[in-house]
């Protein structure tokens, strides 16, 4: 057992060492490029203020830390929904994803879909043309390998986006390992996008996330991650925690608070069975673009 545990573990840290290099030569201006990497998925983990790298165990962990798919129980399937409302200057940004746990291993599959629909085009002399968007995707292949206190996963990124009438294609690689120190303290850490590029010339910035989630009490979770995005000299803190309240026999009310890098976050979230519906409020991180609230179907069977 912990021969294998310790190849889990070398395993991802070989991978997230990969990453060193990647950022090295990640030395142009592109930090901005397809936001919907670095916005967050699933509303639990954004009314907690994205601080979701340590507890991720659901189809979510695909996006933000492959490794946290293994924590499943053992033929669990979880299917992952999120739809996005309030979004100004008609942005739109929605997720699916789905998980399997089999004996030795997880796999799932995810889609992140977001943009801009009708932006007004003009021609040279400023007369109003065709409408039209920008419309990104990324679809995303995990596997998850582990023991029972440590685990390591990996995904395969596909990229796509269309801007007017030009379309770019890429693939990058995430990365990520969580270690179970006591049954209250979990720590992660994840790197995305690892050699992630649109093309030949717009290579996506390497994304940098540790963590930690810890339970103090049942149904009561915390979470503490630092984030740094390659070619951003800012440090992110994302904290953020959540309490639940049984009001039946399999049912459960939750009530939750973060900070996503300075901005609030809150959220609810109510279980029933196997169905889970979230709710976050969030702010966006330039002021001028609001508020916006998103809501999430979580199903586990």
Known sequence: MFRKGSLVL?????????????WA?????????LPLLRTGVDARALGMGNAYVGLANDASAGYWNPAGLYWMNEGQTSLNTMYTAGLSYDRFHNYIGVAHRFQTMAL???????????????DASGNPTTTSGEFDNVF???????TDRAAFGFSLKGYTQNLFSESRNGLGLDAGVQLKLTDMVMLGAAVQDIGGSLGPSNQLPVDWRVGAGI???EHFNIGLDVEKVNLNDH???????EYGVKFGDDAMAMLRAGVND???TAGLGVRVSKIEANYAFTSE???????????SLLFNF
């Open 10 to 22: 070398l395993a991802g840290i070989a991978i997230l060492a990969m990453a060193a290099p990647v």
């Open 25 to 33: 030569a990640n030395n142009d201006d592109s930090q901005t490029a």
């Open 108 to 122: 799932a599959a995810s889609w992140v879909n977001a943009g801009v629909r009708d932006v007004q085009g003009y």
């Open 140 to 146: 995303i292949a995990s596997m998850a390998l582990g």
């Open 215 to 217: 339970r103090p009490a």
């Open 235 to 241: 440090m992110m803190f994302h904290g953020g925690a």
């Open 262 to 264: 300075s901005h609030f």
């Open 285 to 295: 991180s330039e002021e001028t673009l609001g508020n916006s609230h998103r809501v």
